[in-house]
T-cell receptor, first 113, second 113 residues
Framework: DSGVTQTPKHLITATGQRVTLRCSPR?????VYWYQQSLDQGLQFLIQ???????AKGNILERFSAQQFPDLHSELNLSSLELGDSALYFC????????????FGEGSRLTVL | GQNIDQPTEMTATEGAIVQINCTYQ??????LFWYQQHAGEAPTFLSY????GLEEKGRFSSFLSRSKGYSYLLLKELQMKDSASYLC??????????????FGAGTRLAVHP
């Protein structure tokens, strides 16, 4: 158990809909990272937050947005969903220093029908 | 930008040794990570190299040559449970965002009896 909690674990929805994925980082971690992993693909970096502020953006679509709240949990919002958005969405956290690995949650598997 | 290359698939025999290579190109290298990921599960941290040389941790070792942009993960005394994807990831200080990891596509290792 990495200490990173993601909900929901599974989500099935239809094209055009909107969903919110939630992540609670490890206790004490200030940085949250979101990654997307499509079938048989590598982990694609989406966005990073540190202590409530956006730090970096990767290959995140304009239909997607995220935020980190004062209690440090984060939410990833996916809207106008398309079939190609079906993927595993991972949240990871760490303390935010210059060293140290990322700790990953179990992921949220999104299926868009 | 960054470029991380690793073989797509490898096979090996139970009890044997396997070496998974990773080459990378990055402008602000600040560490290389190896993660293990079983299908549909969260990536779990295996090793970290920031200086040249070999890091050993039980049955797993990781090597780094910064001048060559090269790393390998060595798995000894292979077990069936080692069948998984192995992800090489690089931390690049100049890619924007503090501490984020850029992942390769992963190497799927199949261990046979």
């Amino acid at each position: 158990d990495s200490g990173v909690t993601q909900t929901p674990k599974h989500l099935i929805t239809a094209t055009g809909q909107r969903v919110t994925l939630r992540c609670s980082p490890r206790s004490g971690d200030l940085s949250v990272y979101w990654y997307q992993q499509s079938l048989d693909q590598g982990l694609q970096f989406l966005i990073q937050y540190y202590n409530g502020e956006e730090r970096a953006k990767g290959n995140i679509l304009e239909r997607f947005s995220a935020q980190q709240f004062p209690d440090l949990h984060s939410e990833l919002n996916l809207s106008s969903l398309e079939l190609g958005d079906s993927a595993l969405y991972f949240c990871a956290s760490n303390a935010g220093g210059s060293t140290g690995e990322l700790f990953f949650g179990e992921g949220s598997r999104l299926t868009v029908l | 930008g960054q470029n991380i290359d690793q073989p797509t698939e490898m096979t090996a025999t139970e009890g044997a040794i396997v070496q998974i290579n990773c080459t990378y190109q990055t402008s602000g290298f600040n560490g290389l990570f190896w993660y293990q990921q079983h299908a549909g599960e969260a990536p779990t941290f295996l090793s970290y190299n920031v200086l040249d040389g070999l890091e050993e941790k039980g049955r797993f070792s990781s090597f780094l040559s910064r001048s060559k942009g090269y790393s390998y993960l060595l798995l000894k005394e292979l077990q069936m449970k080692d069948s998984a994807s192995y992800l090489c990831a690089v931390r690049d200080l100049f890619s924007g965002g503090y501490n984020k990891l850029i992942f390769g596509a992963g190497t799927r290792l199949a261990v046979h009896p």
